[in-house]
């Protein structure tokens, strides 16, 4: 990519987008196109030909999905199949027609299978049955990077796919009851310590085990990968090292400050013991994680402060 490339983030305001957003920014590339989901609806082909039709956008990162945690997927399976099938199919095949000289596809690792051996390899996808609550979503993810590796394979595009792990930053979900386990943990020991609550409750044993990437980190990967690599295969984002939901909740205790205890729910799941992922490509490629827990976990508090918890107050 070039300074003054045309470049389009398509779900800006999410997690992963907003990250890409800052990042490519703070790079000095200044050709940069986003549109909110009000100003452009993705899953409208009409509305999407229109967009590319117009701004003929040179790069695109493919952010923009319906995402959610299990209790959202179990809910609405169907917006979960349809949107996301609507949104890269009507993205990639404009990019396709539009002559985009490279697009960069957004996957996840929750669509490996099931019980695929840990760290997840990126040649384990597609060898075994998927989560069944959230199978609707990946089987949709998996559409989109088959349909980008077909449109490389027959039209000789450029598209590429990452596998990002779990993800924590700005712009994350903090709802306690559709969050993931380190936005939820953020709140709850914030919470505690405001109203001086004597414990706060962690779900599960603490045994489980798991890995978290800081989302400005996936954005550099990101922005490397589209500048670096052309394979067909996915690449796997992550920082290689897990840790436990015991430790992780003696961290966010000690960044808050709270004084308190910590108690264990045990008649929530734990879920799956561990999730983990293999790096070594994306090592090899000449990419690392940077930015330690401890500097994400508060980036990531500071954020909540600034953003969610002067609301709630
Ligand atoms: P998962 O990685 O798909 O299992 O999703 P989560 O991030 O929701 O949960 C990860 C682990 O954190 C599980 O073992 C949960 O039981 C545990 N956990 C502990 N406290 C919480 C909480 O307050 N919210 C969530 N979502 N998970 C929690």
New binding site residues.
């Given amino acids: 990519m070039e300074r003054s490339s045309k470049i389009y983030i398509a779900g800006h305001r999410g997690l992963v987008g907003s990250a890409i957003l800052r990042k490519l920014q703070a790079d000095g590339y200044t050709n940069l196109v986003y549109k909110t989901s009000q100003e452009l609806d993705l899953r409208d082909k009409n509305q999407v030909d229109e967009f590319f039709a117009e701004e003929k956008p040179e790069y695109i990162f493919l952010a923009a999905a319906k995402v959610g945690?299990?209790v959202a997927n179990n809910e609405y399976p169907a917006d979960f199949i349809r949107d996301n099938l609507m949104i890269q199919t009507n993205v990639i095949d404009a990019a396709y027609r539009n002559g985009v000289k490279k697009l960069l596809f957004l996957g996840s690792t929750?669509i490996y299978p099931k019980f695929a051996p840990q760290p997840l390899k990126e040649e384990y996808l597609l060898t075994g049955e998927l989560e069944p609550t959230n199978e609707p979503y990946a089987i949709a993810k998996i559409a989109g990077i088959k349909m980008c590796q077909s449109y490389n394979r027959q039209y000789g595009t450029k598209y590429i796919s990452v596998m990002p792990t779990?993800l924590y930053g700005p712009n994350d979900n903090f709802d306690?009851h559709t969050?993931?386990?380190l936005p939820?943990?953020i709140r709850?020991f914030h919470e505690a310590k405001e109203n001086n609550a004597p414990y706060v409750e962690?779900?599960?044993t603490g045994t489980?085990r798991?890995e978290f990437l800081y989302s400005d980190d996936l954005a550099d990967a990101c922005v490397f990968l589209m500048n670096n690599y052309e394979g067909n295969e996915i690449v796997n984002v992550g920082v290689g090292e897990d840790i436990s939901?015991k430790e992780l909740a003696e961290k966010i205790k000690n960044i808050v400050g709270y004084q308190g205890e910590i108690k264990f729910d045990t008649t929530?799941?734990?879920?799956?013991p561990r999730?983990l992922v293999d790096v070594s490509k994306i090592n090899a490629l000449g990419w690392k994680a940077s930015i330690s827990l401890e500097e994400g976990l508060q980036k990531a508090y500071q954020w909540f402060l600034d953003n969610v918890a002067v609301k709630t107050n």
């Fill in positions: 945690g299990i929750c779990n306690l969050s993931h386990v939820a943990l709850k962690v779900w599960g489980p798991r939901i929530k799941p734990d879920g799956t999730k």
